[in-house]
């Protein structure tokens, strides 16, 4: 039996080896299904009485398409590729600039975390108003994509990161207190 992957030449763009066209906001049902029947066709199972070369190939193809998908499905993973795929680097390491007013809003979420550690009542309010501020920038983001405007989506992305990150440690505060 051998490997037949739908697009392998598109295997260097995520969104063409699942038959999708490169946008930051698409039919995410359309990945999933492509998703399942890149895997069904490669997975290494399917592929055990297959010589030791084709086994290689379908886990390489496997492996590949589990990672392709996350990236798509994640909406900061994806922009970050889309940005990457037009050329522009977002340089999270090295960059880390971001507006004096997003800044502020951080260093009141943080002081508004700590002030509420144990107020369970404050801290799923200070989750709405977070959650808000991340809707606000996925919209943000896809407008900006919708523009071609891929150096302002790097510096939406790289407040998103922080948003995404902050979000996270309210969440472990909430589950303490829950």
Not at 59 to 68: D, I, K, L, S, V
Request: proline residues 2%.
């Amino acid at each position: 039996m051998s490997v037949v992957v739908a697009n392998l030449s598109a295997s260097d763009n995520y969104f063409t080896f699942f038959g999708l066209t490169p946008r930051f906001v698409f039919d995410t049902s359309a990945l999933d299904r492509a998703y399942l029947a890149i895997q069904k066709e490669v997975h290494p199972d399917r592929h055990v009485s297959g010589s030791d070369a084709e086994q290689r190939l379908a886990m390489q193809m496997a492996t590949y398409a589990n990672g392709a998908y996350r990236t798509l499905k994640d909406p900061i993973a994806r922009g970050l590729y889309l940005c990457q795929l037009q050329g522009v680097e977002a340089d999270l390491e090295t960059n880390t600039t971001m507006p004096a007013e997003f800044l502020m809003k951080q260093m009141e979420w943080r002081e508004a975390l700590d002030d509420h550690a144990d107020d369970l009542e404050a801290l799923e309010q200070l989750a709405t108003e977070v959650e808000a501020s991340r809707s606000d920038s996925l919209q943000q983001l896809t407008n900006a994509f919708e523009q071609s405007s891929y150096s302002k989506a790097v510096d939406i992305l790289r407040g998103l990161l922080f948003i995404n990150k902050f979000a996270t440690e309210l969440d472990d505060a909430i589950a303490q207190l829950v």
